[in-house]
């Protein structure tokens, strides 16, 4: 059974920092590319960042480069996300979906919230 399970989120003051983890089981994570996708409430999925099998190639939304870095460690099964100066704007809940060209496997996701 494919399973993808994200942690790390939390409440941060404007400023703060935040790793995220997604935990994957069930299918050869060394394969795929994988992401990060958020939803802000009352607003639509959206696409964070990404990166290729190997890790080497890694793309970001505009609005958060600079301060968000993607990883993974492919003998952990662990994809990660490192977020620093976060912004109110950043507060959602974030997930870790598998593409393989859709986005075909999702995890609970992990909130994400920053406020003073």
């Known amino acids: 059974e494919v399973q993808l399970v994200e942690s790390g989120g939390g409440m941060v003051q404007p400023g703060g920092s935040l790793r995220l983890s997604c935990a994957a089981s069930g299918f050869t994570f060394s394969t795929y590319i994988m992401t990060w996708v958020r939803q802000a409430p009352g607003k639509g999925p959206e696409w964070v960042s990404g990166?290729?099998?190997?890790?080497?190639?890694?793309d970001y939304v505009d609005s958060v480069k600079g301060r968000f870095t993607i990883s993974r460690d492919n003998a952990k099964n662990t994809l990660y996300l490192q977020m620093n100066s976060l912004r109110p704007e950043d507060t959602a809940l974030y997930y870790c979906?598998?593409?393989?060209?859709?986005?075909?496997?999702w995890g609970q996701g992990t909130q994400v919230t920053v406020s003073s």
């Open positions: 979906p598998r593409n393989s060209g859709l986005y075909d496997a």
């Open positions: 990166t290729n099998s190997g890790g080497d190639r890694i």
